[in-house]
């Protein structure tokens, strides 16, 4: 399957277009010294009462409320500075096409002498600059050192510099290949695929590419590794917007893998403030609370935090209707979970021999 023409920009199509970004917000600061002002950030407010769930986008967004962080505050002036220091570095980063981890971020902080007092609180102003920039992290060449995986007949090609124009097929590797930003900004060239799948752990994906689930079903394979870093999310996205592919999505059967499923279709409330990380179109097929007693799976109880996590997830929008929120009460109701590895219980191949078809079929008619 050749590639729909891309919905995103080439990565030097991206990197002018950030650069520029940044430009303009450097100049901002300039023009209001330049004037006599104390320069400032309007960052949108990410509290909860401004974070609001779409349905048209169905996803969560930012409202309207933004917060003013300025020099002339005393109380904001450490913040501010912190801001200013990390819009500075983004920009390096991006004009010189060097990328750098959250860890290596802080680290740096202390080369120029801007304070932070742990990771979180940098991590956390690396949020409000996607925030005032509407732009991910990842676009500022900034990464998180977790990786997932993804395996099935797929050719990129690479646009990172220094391997522009190499091409792989994903194929080619039995253990699969880290969704690092070197992949997740490839050129999506070819595929025989047909859908996505999209498995939570990583020893259920492996088993998958022992099972050659790649031609069985015209699949490409992604491990999650639990909650989906963004970077994967974002692969996902570009596999169902640029080649067309439906996205399906197994997890354990719990509240927690219902909702990491959640998250791939609709987003979370911490990156409200981004739009390019849901694929709303995904199918969650499982593992669901009525398929633990349908299929007999060996449970464990649920813990009080389990039974916590359900009461606060029926207060979510996203979980007032159909299959989601009846799994829910369900999960409630029994207060047993299972995880996807209890199928083993029938053998090391039922997974892929009856629940995956019958579910995959299932899809068809959701």
């Known amino acids: 399957m050749k590639p729909k023409k891309s919905l995103t920009k080439t990565s030097e199509e ?6 520029q970004i940044l430009k303009n917000t450097g100049t901002k600061i300039y023009d209001e010294l330049d004037n006599g002002q104390f320069p400032k950030f309007s960052v949108p407010s990410r509290s909860v009462s401004n974070i609001v769930y779409d349905k ?20 904001q002036l450490r913040s501010f500075t912190q801001l200013m220091w990390l819009a500075f570095f983004a920009n390096r980063l991006v004009n010189e096409k060097k990328s750098s981890t959250l ?7 202390q080369a120029f002498e801007v304070d932070f007092e742990d990771q979180p ?12 920039l509407t732009r991910p992290r990842e676009d500022l060449h900034i990464f998180p050192e977790e990786r997932s ?95 067309g592919l439906p996205v399906v999505i197994l997890t354990d059967g719990d509240v927690y893998g219902e909702h990491i499923a959640m998250v ?31 299929y007999k799976l060996p449970t464990i109880p649920m813990t009080e935090t389990d039974i916590k996590r359900i009461s ?21 109701k029994i207060k047993r979970k299972a995880e996807l590895e209890a199928f083993s219980k029938y053998g090391l191949t039922n997974i892929t021999d009856k629940y995956l078809p019958e579910k995959l079929e299932l899809a068809k008619s959701l």
Do not use: C
Request: charged fraction near 30%; proline fraction near 3%.
């Open 121 to 132: 609180e940098s991590d956390n102003i690396i949020v409000d600059l996607e925030a005032v």
């Open 103 to 109: 860890r290596d971020i802080y680290y740096s902080s």
């Open 14 to 19: 991206k990197r002018k277009f950030l650069a």
């Open 312 to 332: 606060d997830l029926q207060k979510d929008p996203r979980y007032q209707e159909g299959n989601w929120k009846k799994q829910l009460e369900v999960f409630k």
């Open 149 to 243: 995986s993804v395996f099935g007949d797929l050719t990129i090609e690479y646009t990172v510099p220094g391997y522009e124009g190499r091409r792989s097929n994903l194929s080619d590797h039995p253990d699969g290949y880290l969704i690092g930003p070197s992949l997740s900004s490839a050129e999506l060239v070819d595929t025989s695929a047909e859908l996505v799948i999209a498995v939570e752990k990583g020893g259920l994906f492996t088993r998958f590419v022992e099972e050659k689930v790649h031609k069985k079903f015209k699949a490409i394979i992604v491990d999650t590794a639990g909650q989906a870093p963004r970077s994967t999310r974002f692969l996902l996205k570009r596999l169902h917007d640029e080649l």
């Open 56 to 75: 048209k986008l169905r996803q969560y967004i930012l409202g309207t409320n933004v917060s003013v962080r300025s020099s002339r505050n005393m109380s």
């Open 264 to 294: 791939i279709k609709s987003g979370s409330a911490n990156a409200a403030h981004l739009r390019e990380l849901t694929v709303p179109d995904a199918l969650w097929l499982g593992v669901w609370a009525t398929d633990i007693e349908k």
